[in-house]
């Protein structure tokens, strides 16, 4: 199949579309305009469904909506707009309702800029909503994955019937470069089992259903939440991706997601020339964050170091993950600033003299 350039937000469309979209509720906020401008052209050619919602909170609730009866439904947006729609994802988690929704992230807090982030590592996997929910997670590093990515978003939602977030740095979205936009090839697991569509007559009728997510009978709410957790174990136990890129002998590691991840790969080998034993660990899903691999790939090695656009959101993860098996150390940059592989070849170095100096008071 012939690559094509495209730009990060309208491949991501496309695959979306590929994958089988009904139904897209946008609201305009840069850097992810693309993916809706992409949908208002494509989506009614196709005699699918395209609303610009008058607000964030109005196209979140419309996604609610249409993915409850089973129809495979889409939003997008950025960071502060992303923001507002944490009480809806928690709702839509708890009514187990699988919506899919794109968050290109770009800098902050508040409003901050429209310059790459990746500041909502922690409004992804942690949720701003309220509860005891997940949303499942996945970062991309390349518009090729992204694609794939956004397949797999929609799979990973229907199956477990979950919202599920493809969680893109602006550089995903606004870089251009060539993609292969492969068929979709996941099949989207049956909903007639749980959708609301209506009751029917005849041979048809069935039982009435709903799907909210405010329990207020006896134990409904404990029920649920014990449902819920066991969902979520099975996600962590069945779903993990991630990439591991010379680690075997590495004595550093590095830790980082999306397009920084993408950057840090290239330096591994600079690094190896140069006499630095590096490798790269890099989680693919966020939620479920690939803990045990990580704590695997860890073993042995003299310190980790973790780069990330923000101030170590996902540094977190990554010491509870080790459990105090190496060192850890953050190469950062807030604010809409990109991490240079200068900056990170500086930073090798600087840790390669410092974990290989004997200690002091040491016997050599």
């Not at 090839?185 to 959708?195: A, C, G, L, Q, V």
Request: glycine letters at 8%.
């Amino acid at each position: 199949m012939a690559k094509v350039l495209m730009k990060g937000n309208k491949a991501i469309a496309q695959a979306a579309i590929n994958a089988g979209l009904e139904c897209y509720f946008g609201y305009p906020i840069t850097p992810q305009n693309e993916i809706g401008e992409f949908m208002s052209d494509e989506m009614p050619k196709l005699g699918r469904t395209y609303i610009s919602a008058e607000s964030e909170l109005a196209a979140v609730n419309m996604l609610i909506g249409a993915a409850s009866t089973g129809t495979l439904s889409m939003t997008s947006s950025s960071s502060c707009a992303i923001a507002l729609m944490q009480e809806a994802i928690s709702a839509m988690a708890t009514a187990e309702i699988p919506g899919v929704i794109i968050s290109v992230m770009r800098a902050g807090p508040g409003l901050g800029n429209i310059t790459p982030s990746q500041g909502d590592y922690f409004q992804a996997t942690k949720g701003g909503g309220n509860g005891d929910y997940r949303t499942i997670v996945l970062a991309p590093a390349s518009i090729n994955e992204a694609v794939e990515l956004t397949y797999k978003t929609f799979y990973l939602a229907f199956k477990y019937r979950n919202p599920a977030m493809l969680l893109a740095d602006g550089i995903i979205g606004q870089m251009m470069e060539p993609v292969e936009i492969k068929p979709f090839n996941y099949k989207i697991p049956d909903t007639s089992s749980w959708e609301a569509d209506g009751i029917g007559e005849g041979a048809n009728k069935r039982p009435f259903r709903k799907l909210v997510s405010l329990h207020m009978q006896g134990d409904d709410l404990p029920r649920l939440n014990d449902r819920l957790q066991t969902k979520y174990a099975q996600i962590q136990a069945d779903e993990v991706m991630y990439e591991e890129f010379m680690t075997d002998d590495a004595e550093i590691l590095i830790t980082a997601f999306g397009t920084v991840a993408r950057v840090a790969k290239s330096v591994v080998t600079q690094a190896r020339k140069a006499g630095i034993k590096a490798g790269l660990f890099r989680p693919i899903t966020v939620w479920p964050f690939p803990s045990d691999q990580l704590k695997k790939a860890a073993k042995g090695k003299k310190v980790i170091l973790d780069i990330e656009l923000n101030e170590g959101q996902m540094l977190l993860d990554v010491k509870a993950a080790i459990e105090g098996i190496c060192p850890v150390e953050l190469l950062s940059k807030l604010g809409g600033e990109v991490v240079k592989g200068h900056e990170i070849i500086e930073k090798l170095s600087e840790l390669s003299k410092k974990y290989s100096a004997p200690k002091a008071g040491a016997i050599c």
